[in-house]
């Protein structure tokens, strides 16, 4: 399985970034709670892309079976860390520290993992994948064997 790279999901992250804050900017708790829930939920949205990874060109698929298609179930398991942040790094002072510390540990986890996978796609077994590997990758499986009875 090809390994994506970094510097591509940190582009996306950032298209990410640039909506959560405009989601951010509505008044007062539906800001936060569409922020909250774009960020839980974006890996399930447009044929399991996020925006960021629709427009840059990546998928996030199941790391023990690139076959299984992921729903919102992994989207949201795989972003609890993200959310953890936003919501501490909205606490005054503490949170600018511990919220920003949080998104280190994950890009430090990544960048460690031989196949690049942050704490939030331990969690929920899925990686990111170029979507031309994630295709060639499909048309390389060979079909399931019948088994005999």
Known sequence: MQKTDLTTRAV??????????GLTRLPDVIGFLSA???????????ERQS?????IGLRVISSDDPEFVITYRESIIRNVPLVIAYILFLLPYAGWI????????????ALGNERGMRIGDMLARTCVVPTAASAQQKTETPPHQQQGG
């Open 36 to 46: 909250s829930g774009y960020l839980l939920v974006r890996d399930g949205l447009l």
């Open 12 to 21: 996306a992250a950032f298209i990410d970034l640039l909506i959560l804050m």
């Open 51 to 55: 925006i960021g990874k629709k427009l």
């Open 98 to 109: 511990l919220g920003p510390a949080v998104l280190g540990i994950e890009c430090l986890t």
